[in-house]
């Protein structure tokens, strides 16, 4: 017996356009879930719904640049009017550019960065903590990555911005510890996404973004605190963290820099997830 549409659990997910955000926002639909979809391309979310032949009784899509703190605040409080307050929160959208602190612009790019990876996160949570702690219930969920972990050469802000990640939906995981409210964790190794496309170094354990997804449903179901995916970069983010720092220093030194925002804008119009 099918459930009720307006009994079906209900998730929310930003930077759904494309990528994990989009794989994601599948795998729930397929579970039953009705879908709230945020993200600043909504035409591109639009034409893949309807590609999908998607129920549209089924999901809402919501504009909003997740950089943008009132967007975002907007978007969340119209999910809340028009779809109800969400089961499940997955704040996913980002961006990743290399920078180089000797130049000037890279600043900008960093402050952009933070904007939308830690900001953007946290204004996405913003709307849904008090209505979920009124409730007793929720599942707000951070996605940083594996980046976070340790600094990668010409990708400090990414890296520094995906630290703050992790360190944030903790501190937010034990505020909430006793109200009902869970915050989960998941830290992505290297998903074949529009981010991904273009790095010019080796990227081992690459997934495709329906391999994450599937394994990322089952860490929130099972509302895991932190969760590394897949699994084996689990465990060279635990070796590379525990490696000392002249033998961290030595092995990356060589490692080809992350491309810069310009050289980005030069190939290819950047995607945010």
């Known amino acids: 017996m099918s459930t009720p549409l307006s009994d079906a659990p209900l998730v ?57 703190q009132d967007q975002t605040i907007a978007a969340c409080t119209q999910c809340l009017q028009q779809q109800g307050l969400p089961d499940v929160v997955v704040a996913n959208a980002g961006v990743s550019y290399g920078i180089d602190t000797a130049e000037r612009e890279d600043l900008e790019v960093m402050a952009q ?40 050469p010409g990708h400090g802000a990414y890296c520094a911005s995906k630290a703050a990640v992790i360190s944030y939906c903790e501190s937010l995981r034990v505020e909430l510890k006793r109200s009902g ?23 081992p354990f690459l997934m495709q973004p329906e391999a994450f997804a599937d394994k990322a449903f089952a860490v929130i179901a099972k ?35 992350k491309h810069r925002h310009r050289e980005r804008v030069q190939e290819a119009p950047p995607g945010q997830d």
């Open 113 to 152: 960065t933070y904007a939308t990876n830690v900001i953007g996160m946290a204004a996405t949570f913003h709307a849904f903590v008090r209505p979920m702690q009124a409730r007793g219930s929720g599942k707000l969920v951070g996605i940083a990555s594996v980046a976070g972990i340790r600094g990668l």
């Open 12 to 68: 929310l997910i930003t930077g759904a356009s494309s990528g994990i955000g989009q794989a994601l926002a599948w795998r729930y639909y397929q579970a039953g879930y009705r879908l709230a979809l945020v993200a600043r391309r909504t035409a591109l979310i639009a034409d893949w719904a309807q590609a999908q032949a998607m129920d549209a009784s089924r999901y809402a899509v919501y504009g909003a640049d997740v950089a943008d």
């Open 181 to 203: 409210v869970q915050v989960v964790t998941i830290c992505p190794g290297f998903v074949a996404t529009p981010l991904t496309r273009h790095n010019r170094y080796g990227m």
């Open 223 to 257: 509302a895991r605190s932190y969760a590394v995916i897949p699994w084996q970069m689990g465990w060279v983010a635990r070796l590379l963290r525990c490696l000392p720092n002249a033998l961290y220093d030595r092995a990356l030194a060589n490692r080809p820099r």
